[in-house]
């Protein structure tokens, strides 16, 4: 592969279907930016393939495994081109067609990489995809008329894992691997934190997204915790639902919290004169906490109408915002304490 493509494909293209993370990834130091964007691009066809509703969930699960079979070494022109051909044409944005139709290059760039960074790259995919496989696995077809849950705390707690706290881990394994010595706690304690921190993002999209996932057979709120107060995923199809649900929410909010302010400890580890890498995860956490001001203060959060979210000018805003701030611990924690303030008020009992 020469390198106008792979510039085009974690340029343009990773521009094109990365929206607001392709913003963080440009913040990030040089070396750093390839094999995360690699991984990105790779998990967002692999996420493409299953969320594709017109092909059913048995079949997306074998499409799934197959590329995640190439990513993980086994190369087979064949099988790419099946996955081009029987989800690319269910798209309808057009860049996510040329993602899928590219998937060949993507693979390319994988070698391309140091043996370490091409590791972590693989084991990320990996496990992003064993998230996929466990929604593939879990939840009937969107078309099925039928909703099923999570059982436990500890299977929602393992779902957001899955799907974005390895996240943390990969970030804090990159740079460990790329900015030696940066970061100010021992490595565990990061990656613990890290792990805490993609949790945070993810339990942010689960209960914003709540209403529309039930609309697809989801419920990740666990049936244990449903039934504590009276109510089954069912019920929480009715908007007027949103009052007695409430107790659920604020329940998954006040956890979701603790795990933001381990968000905001793992960013204050980074030191300020790594302002790229520190402005890269202070992104997330500033749009995470006013998504949940929003939801803390939306009282028909049931509604798939009434779904919340912070507008591209008010990214914009945060992201200008947060030039003075990052260079100060004590600005980061009051801005941060700020917001955690607001939320809590709102949901106190």
């Known amino acids: 592969m020469n390198s106008n493509s792979r510039a085009f494909l974690l340029g343009p293209l990773l521009k094109s279907v990365s929206r607001s993370f ?5 913040i990030l130091p040089a070396s750093m930016r390839d094999p995360i964007g690699l991984a990105y691009l790779l998990a967002r066809a692999a996420d493409t393939i299953a969320d594709t509703s017109l092909i059913p969930p048995p079949r997306r699960l074998e499409l799934l495994l197959s590329l995640r079979a190439q990513v993980e070494g086994t190369r087979d022109e064949a099988a790419l081109a099946q996955i081009a051909n029987e989800v690319a044409g269910q798209q309808a944005q057009p860049d996510e067609c040329v993602s899928l139709e590219r998937l060949g290059d993507a693979l390319a760039i994988l070698p391309q990489l140091s043996a370490n960074d091409a590791h972590a790259v693989r084991d990320i995919v990996t496990t992003l995809t064993t998230g996929m496989k466990f929604d593939l696995r879990t939840f009937p077809d969107e078309t099925s008329g039928r909703i099923a849950a999570l059982d436990e705390m500890s299977e929602l707690d393992r ?149 919340i979210k912070v507008k591209h000018n008010d990214v914009y805003r945060i992201i200008a915002s947060s030039m003075p701030l990052a260079v100060s611990d004590a600005l980061v924690r009051r801005w941060t304490e700020r917001r955690i303030g607001t939320i809590s008020a709102a949901i106190r009992p």
């Open 22 to 26: 392709y913003l963080t990834l440009r």
């Open 159 to 307: 779902y957001t894992y899955l799907v974005a706290g390895c996240v943390g881990e990969f970030w804090t394994r990159m740079t460990h691997a790329h900015m030696p010595g940066v970061l100010k706690m021992p490595a565990d304690t990061m990656l613990a934190r890290g792990v805490r921190f993609g949790q945070a993002l993810q339990m942010t999209n689960v209960l914003r997204d709540c209403a529309r996932d039930l609309r697809i057979s989801r419920c990740y709120l666990p049936n244990t915790l449903l039934a504590r107060h009276g109510l089954t995923p069912e019920a929480l199809l009715d908007p007027a639902t949103s009052a007695q649900a409430r107790p659920v929410l604020c329940e998954l909010l006040r956890d979701t919290l603790d795990r933001y302010r381990d968000a905001v400890d793992y960013t204050l580890a980074i030191p300020a004169g790594a302002i790229r890498l520190r402005l890269a995860c202070l992104w997330p956490i500033m749009i995470g906490l006013d998504t949940l001001v929003l939801l803390a203060h939306n009282d028909a959060w049931l509604d798939p109408d009434r779904v």
